[in-house]
């Protein structure tokens, strides 16, 4: 990694071309500025006249948020594990040249992407633009962190390119991306809903609870689809925008790939990194919100007593608890859950801090993780195996990380729950519940009825 630091951006095109060709290298150039305070969403929706994919991130609880443009470099070339995406990533960052004077979280060089819930199933039709991994480099970034600004400017060079034309391209992808009439345009609609499958979902969980009652296993996750119809081509600004504004103390994410969009808002952090502190969450156990005060703290002291939520909760933070232990020092989980209040739903919620050991990366801890008991079940493989007989969906993206990574390593994860797959005018929103004994079927299809609600509220319904 070179590290550059007062400079233009012509010299340090001059210089990555100039490597280029006394080593015969293609170096990735990266460029970190900060700017005037601007919009995200905006500059999300102006990269809708580029025919490049666009990616967006947002923590709504720090208004943090990081908007992606097309691709230099895509971390998962040749790579079909994590494992090799993270040495792709540790060599990129060695061979880059880094301007980036500010260091803050989530600017200068940084990958973020996703990946499948099951990358050892065959992928269906539908999610055939999204690879089993994926983490690109976006061509050209935005980071805003509260009220600064930041965009990144990300080039592969080789030998034969000319510093002039390079940046003439990157001024000219960057007044496109900051010119903006001001408002976000465009709105949803739900023409219809049909949940796929309901009867046979209910049936599944009750073989579920009898596969546990056996002692086959503790816990499965089974998630559903509802399909729905939009009015037209659904516009994924105003998405983000309804999201950003109705679900706080969440992650509002999107990843278009060829015209498909998966888009979520989701409250479950998988891992955070900055330097050497992680966070981790065990987020399990539901219930819905009152409608009065009275009435919600009532259904909050019902959730935080209640036995079957409880031991939900409590498979997550076993397995997370001893996972981050093979990476971490000093972890620190309470030992009793919380409220985590929503829009339209809490849930049982444990905060883990520890600090992670010298050599070891994120990625590490995504790969130990996923899939918690919070998605999968316990023991993990048993129910991934009950999962892939008898879900009868294929999850794609849903339920997996989600998340970015810099090169000062800071980075963040989520699990993407309340979440769709939007293709033009049809949105598949998925929602999942931990079964454990004593689930019922009905009770638990009533608990992924309003997980879609975030989601089908608002595309429109
Ligand atoms: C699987 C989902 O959520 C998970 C299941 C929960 C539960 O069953 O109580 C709660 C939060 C998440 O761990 C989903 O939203 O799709
Ligand atoms: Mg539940």
């Keep these: 990694m070179i590290e550059v630091k007062e400079t233009t951006l012509h010299t340090l095109l001059d210089q990555a071309v100039n490597e280029a060709k006394y080593n015969h290298t293609t170096p990735l150039l990266s460029m970190t500025k900060k700017i005037d305070d601007f919009n995200p969403l905006l500059f999300f929706e102006a990269a809708e006249q ?4 666009r990616t967006f991130w947002s923590s709504t609880a720090e208004a943090f948020y990081i908007v992606g443009v097309g691709s230099a470099y895509d971390l998962a070339d ?20 880094i301007h980036n004077p500010y260091g803050t979280p989530g600017t200068g060089l940084l990958t973020i992407g996703g990946m499948s819930f099951d990358p050892t199933i065959r992928k269906s039709e539908r999610w055939k633009k999204f690879s089993h991994q994926s983490f690109l480099i976006p061509a050209l970034m935005l980071t805003k962190e509260r009220d600064t600004c930041y965009v990144t400017f990300n080039i592969q060079v080789t030998e034969d390119d000319h510093p002039e034309q390079l940046a003439k391209r990157v001024k000219w992808m960057e007044n496109r991306l900051f010119d903006h009439s001001g408002y976000i345009h465009g709105e949803n609609g739900v023409e219809s809903t049909a949940d796929v499958a309901p009867e046979e979902w209910k049936e599944t969980v009750k073989r579920a609870t009898d596969y546990i009652k056996q002692d086959d296993a503790d816990k499965i996750v089974l998630a559903r689809e509802l399909q729905v119809k939009l009015r037209d081509n659904a516009a994924i600004t105003p998405i983000l925008n309804n999201l950003i504004e109705t679900q706080t103390n969440s992650y509002v994410f999107a990843f278009e790939r060829d015209g498909d969009c998966f888009v979520g808002s989701s409250p479950e952090r998988l891992v955070k990194q900055e330097k050497d502190v992680v966070l981790s969450t065990c987020l399990a156990g539901t219930a819905p919100r009152g409608e009065t005060n009275k009435e919600d703290d009532r259904i909050g002291n019902t959730l935080l007593q209640d036995e079957k939520n409880r031991s939900e909760h409590d498979f997550v933070v076993r397995m997370i608890r001893q996972s981050m232990e093979n990476y971490c020092l000093a972890v620190d989980v309470p030992d009793k859950p919380v409220l985590y209040p929503l829009k339209n739903l809490q849930h049982l919620y444990t905060p883990v801090t520890a600090r992670l050991k010298e050599g070891y990366s994120i990625f590490d801890i ?3 993780l996923h899939p918690t008991p919070a998605l999968g079940g316990v023991p993990r493989e048993k129910s991934l195996a009950f999962i892939r007989d008898h879900e009868r969906l294929d999850r794609g993206w849903y339920g997996a990380p989600v998340g970015w990574l810099d090169s000062n390593s800071n980075g ?16 598949s929103l998925f929602a999942g519940c931990g079964i454990v004994r004593d689930s019922d079927p009905e009770a638990e299809y009533e608990e992924t009825k309003i997980k879609f609600l975030p989601m089908l509220s608002v595309l429109g319904g």
């Design 78 to 97: 040749g790579a079909d594990s994590i494992e090799q995406i993270e040495r792709n990533w540790r060599k990129l960052v060695d061979e880059s040249i």
């Design 50 to 53: 580029l025919p490049m994919n």
């Design 366 to 368: 995504v790969g130990k």
């Design 412 to 427: 963040e994860f989520a699990v993407a729950i309340r979440s769709g797959l939007i293709q033009g005018d049809q949105a």
